[in-house]
């Protein structure tokens, strides 16, 4: 009765909150498949007869950190089907830059029973591996009542997510001990997840699998040019920017570049719903504004904007300095491991707390640089932009800490095979 009720809750609010999504521009063809009207592709592999693995990324930092995970499953059991999903555009659009033809990203199932299990059926997954915390009650009971082994993969338990767990035990609970093991980044959140009553032998450490990310990328159409117009000038990437971020950063390019007449700004928001409303707050402080899939010069007053969706590495691998977006706000940030992987410099605001433990051993380490203002940025700015020998010292104790924390893909695909006995 208790998954009747939620089912008709969820259902009721997904359709409130349709509207709000088109306002913002987040509509799009492949939405309504999320309600359980399968696209061609999702419809055609339930004719195949063969089962798959099914990987839950929820967004872009996951998606992305799917890549290390698909290539050894790739390696590992060339023969098994791989499907994943994930529940954003730009999520979707880095999958399919990097799965294969006979691979299928597609939007995930809202977590509605019918609609579940709807896709289990076309999918028939024999292992579904979910990353980090989406721990969605119907994804999980419907799963495993169909046979399917569950393995959180890469899983963290947030200050705010243990404490809604723990409130809501009654409902979470039973959900949560139909999962057959628990991948987790660090001894935190696997304590987390013992005081959640798993038994501990259904839990494992195998760290972070975001440190495992490659410095490759499929270069996008723009990359030549745009490699070009940047040569012998110092390019500033603010990635993943959200509202309130872009008024904070344009001011502190203004006042920099009377001291740096070659330095160039390069904004990438994180919604690109929210381009044209930037790009009108760039003319606003009256510099010239210019998308980057169309950027033909790159004069000293303009500000490009990156528009396209899954390209934010290549920009990243062009960088001198990096701002990580969504830390002066209360976004609780982005993954500052994107840039390290290039050897760049990186700074962030005071708002980490989606990549906490990422973010202390970047301190720890001497890494990157936390600001708990734009004062604190415009400050760290100056002093980076004045030393190229401190930009590359900084750039390179990043990459150092990648090459000690690498290996986590790899321990979790051992335990994934010994679990799901394949």
Same mark, same amino acid.
């Given at each position: $009765?208790?998954?009747? %009720? ?15 999504? /088109? ?19 999702? *419809? ?20 992305? /950190? ?19 999903? @994930?529940?954003?555009? @730009? ?9 294969? =033809? ?31 915390? &989406? ?7 419907l799963n495993a009542a169909a046979g399917t082994r569950i393995i959180l993969v890469n899983g963290r338990i947030s200050d705010r997510s243990f404490q809604g767990y723990r409130n809501l035990s009654w409902f979470f609970g039973p959900a949560l001990r139909k999962v057959d093991l628990f991948c987790m980044q660090s001894e935190e959140s696997a304590r987390r997840i013992r005081r959640l009553a798993i038994p501990q032998d259904r839990i494992r450490v195998t760290g972070n699998i975001k440190f495992d990310l490659q410095d490759d990328f499929i270069e996008p159409a723009f990359f030549p040019k745009f490699k070009d117009l940047i040569g012998g000038q110092i390019l500033w990437v603010c990635g993943s920017t959200h509202d309130n971020e872009e008024e904070a950063v344009l001011a502190l390019y203004k006042s920099l570049r009377k ?34 899939? =169309? ?6 007053? *303009?500000?490009?904007?990156?528009? @396209? $969706? ?33 050897? =760049? ?6 708002? $980490? ?9 970047? %301190?720890? &380490? ?5 600001? &708990? ?6 400050? &760290? $700015? ?9 930009? =590359? ?6 990459? *150092? ?6 290996? /986590?893909?790899?321990? @979790? ?10």
């Amino acid at each position: $009765m208790i998954y009747f %009720i939620y089912d008709i809750l969820l259902l009721i609010a997904s359709v409130a909150y349709l509207p709000f999504y /088109a306002l913002r521009g987040r509509v799009h063809k492949r939405i309504f498949s999320r309600l359980g009207f399968l696209s061609p592709d999702i *419809q055609a592999s339930d004719g195949e007869g063969k089962s798959a693995i099914w990987i839950h990324a929820v967004s872009v930092g996951e998606a992305r /950190a799917v890549e290390s995970l698909v290539r050894l499953i790739r390696g590992r059991w060339p023969r098994e089907r791989i499907v994943v999903s @994930t529940v954003t555009p @730009t999520g979707y659009a880095i999958l399919r830059k990097f799965l294969k =033809k006979d691979e299928l990203a597609f939007f995930a199932p809202l977590d509605i029973s019918w609609v579940v299990a709807k896709f289990i059926r076309a999918l028939r997954p024999r292992l579904l591996l979910v990353m980090e915390t &989406e721990l969605w009650p119907n994804l999980l009971r419907l799963n495993a009542a169909a046979g399917t082994r569950i393995i959180l993969v890469n899983g963290r338990i947030s200050d705010r997510s243990f404490q809604g767990y723990r409130n809501l035990s009654w409902f979470f609970g039973p959900a949560l001990r139909k999962v057959d093991l628990f991948c987790m980044q660090s001894e935190e959140s696997a304590r987390r997840i013992r005081r959640l009553a798993i038994p501990q032998d259904r839990i494992r450490v195998t760290g972070n699998i975001k440190f495992d990310l490659q410095d490759d990328f499929i270069e996008p159409a723009f990359f030549p040019k745009f490699k070009d117009l940047i040569g012998g000038q110092i390019l500033w990437v603010c990635g993943s920017t959200h509202d309130n971020e872009e008024e904070a950063v344009l001011a502190l390019y203004k006042s920099l570049r009377k001291d740096f007449t070659n330095l160039r700004l390069v904004i990438a928001p994180r919604h690109l719903e929210r381009l044209d409303k930037i790009r009108r707050l760039i003319r606003v402080n009256g510099l010239e504004a210019a998308f980057l899939s =169309k950027l033909n010069s790159f004069s000293s007053a *303009q500000v490009a904007l990156l528009d @396209t $969706m899954g390209d934010l590495s290549a920009v990243y691998s062009l960088a001198d300095v990096v701002f990580i977006g969504g830390s002066l706000v209360k976004k609780g940030g982005h993954n500052p491991i994107e840039p390290a992987v290039f050897g =760049k410099p990186v700074l962030f605001g005071p708002f $980490m707390d989606n990549f906490r433990e990422i973010r202390d051993i970047f %301190i720890k &380490e001497k890494a990157a640089i936390e600001v &708990e203002h734009s004062q604190g940025l415009e400050y &760290e $700015m100056r002093r980076l932009l004045a030393s190229p020998a401190e930009r =590359k010292a900084l750039g390179e104790r990043g990459r *150092q800490i990648l090459s000690g924390h690498r290996g /986590a893909t790899e321990r @979790t695909i051992s335990e994934i095979a010994r679990k799901a006995g394949l």
